[in-house]
């Protein structure tokens, strides 16, 4: 759940091409480094139909190679005393391209639907707010807050007439480090996990320095009602910045508790809650209803969002390059329903129309409704 550099020979060898199952772009600069793999796009690479890729326009392109992405020692000694050999990006993160206008990237597929994976940040500067379009629809509002920050997202397009057309727009500009293209399946989920283990995690040359912590074992086990026991499975709020280990059990007084948050008009505020289950529940559907308190306000459910997160690995403790790491579930893309024993890690993020005042959102279980006081708003997640 949750590379190595190859000679120029073999980097020509792996150029793109329409028949890929799963295509790849990395966006840069002509020199800097390239995702082994990866297609290099340019801001010379103009769409024809004899490269099969390109932008729609070459107008307001600039690309940039932060570097960053070999592990090295920093320039500033005192850094380098305190830290020692570091990496701060990774081959697909240290060069990006930048549009100051609206554009589309073209690629040349067969007709048909694809999953799209966009990779947007930048290691030097605040990245703009853009949209991405494809189909006619807005498929993704990319927001990363700040430079350093990475936004790997996730939507569905359809390629039509043998082109797949993706729409970056933004009133500051927009920008990517790269895309994966592929039907849903083994080779688009190995690529995309190895991408996002470099990104978020470690590379290929830093793992044999790390090892797994194992979790402690719950203190006490969770004891199950009559009810939940036919049922299958229960929930309960964490929050948001809690970690939650594979092995995580929930203490018998969080298990229905409601799921809170409070926002301020105009504002993302996320609210997270875990399915942890007796036994495999295959598909989970998760029902919203409408945000609503004492005085008669409500948020619709077209203003809430819902997600799932999975575990990944993340560094617990480090000396120099070394050190331990345990899997825990921050964001990310959505995952099966838990197996037996296990739970799965899902979020609602809302935002106050800029009309409404400050309210705080609750969540009882779904089986229960509860009358709450005023300024209280209650999120019904349901699951089948």
Sequence with gaps: MVCRLLMPCILLASAWSAAADVARFDFGTPDS???PGFTRVTPADVFSAAKGYGFESGDGLTAYDRGGSQIAL?????????????????DLTCDLIEGERDNAFVVSLPDGDRTVWLIAGDPDWDPPLFEVWAGGRKQLDVRVPRARFVNVGSFRAQAVGGLLRIELKGSRGWLLNGLVIGQDGAELDDVVGKLRRDIFFLTDPELPNWREETPAPPARPLTWSAAEQQRGYVIFPVDYTQPVVRSFVPVREAVGRPLTAFATPGEFEPASFCVFARS???EVKVELASFTDGNRHSIGPEHVTAGTVRCVPKLVAARERAGEHARVAPAGPPVHA???GGQALGHVAGVLPAVRRPARARAPRAQHRRRAGPSVAHRHPRLP
């Excluded at 920093?74 to 990774?90: E, I, K, L, M």
């Design 33 to 35: 480094a390239i995702r």
């Design 74 to 90: 920093p320039a500033d000694a005192h850094t380098a005393s305190a830290y020692g050999a570091s990496r701060s990006t990774t």
């Design 280 to 282: 495999d529940l295959g």
């Design 338 to 340: 838990p197996a037996a």
